[in-house]
């Protein structure tokens, strides 16, 4: 078959013939229908992220991935072949520690893909593969940090840095959530006007040297509840220390090996809350694909462009120099 294989000693990366993968004991085989392109994957090409558990020095890439159920393991059964599903995109083989699909154990940029059963998500047939793909990191990060550590309520103000391929996905939550006003931020005019799309009220430029005001102005003078900050960088951190309110909190969910840059002072006296958020648990999922199956979430939006699996090194370079300013690639097997 074929599949997007990365060397992570050398960042070659090439897609290429490697053998069909046989189901072991306690897995599952998934002919891959979607499989997201995600900047996590222009890190791994780029070595700026290394794999933790890998066993090897190769792997194919792809965590966010959707497809129709193949062959059952040994010890493994109530799935039917050709149901649909979509996989989450870590795993606990030994109960504690995670791992990550197309990261450290082989993906979905492939024409199959094995799985543990208990990753499979079945998806209803109203939900076409190229949404369902998705759902695992670019949606359910960004629900997750709605959801679980923010305690955002109805009617509060909510600022979104970075509204690229993960953060854009913040916005529509917000807003189903209440939050009020929900305020844009990024540097680029095309993503902000795109935030407008999935529910954004006010659009600000990161740039803007009265960023700052314009937030007080557009909360009425109280700073924001709650941040979230999707770029990962200090000069983000700081400008949003600055819009936030007294006892406020700053969600974090984008990475880098940058430091956190925060005046301790003000963050001490006005009782701030600064917390760190990654990825998602399995349940954020199942609730994402549950509101897409009752037409509460939206999806057609984030996919950018559809790609054959062999454009897959052209995605990655398309998404690494943001052409076309795409939300989401997807490669097609």
Known sequence: ????????????????EVPVPRPGPGQVRIKVA???VCLTDVHLVEGAIAPRYLSGTSVTLGHEVSGAFD???VDVAGWQPGQRVLLQALERPDGVNTRGRGIDFDGGWAEFALAAPEALVAIPDSLPFEHAAIIPDAVSAPWAAITAPSGIRPAQAAGVWGVGGLGVHAVQPLRMVGA???????????ARERATSFGADILLDSADPDLRQRALDA????GLAVAFDFVGVPAVSAQIAGCVSAHGKIVIIGVSHQPLSLDIYGVVVRQLKVIGHYASEPEHVLDLVRLAARGRLELSRSVSA???????AAAVDRLRRKEGNPIRLVLRP
């Open 1 to 16: 078959m074929r599949a997007g294989r990365l060397d992570v000693v050398t960042h070659e990366f090439a897609v290429t």
């Open 34 to 36: 979607a499989a997201g």
């Open 71 to 73: 062959v059952l393991g």
């Open 180 to 190: 009020a006003p929900i305020i844009a931020v990024d540097p680029i005019g095309a």
């Open 219 to 222: 909360t009425g003078g109280r």
């Open 306 to 312: 559809v790609l054959p699996l062999d454009d897959a």
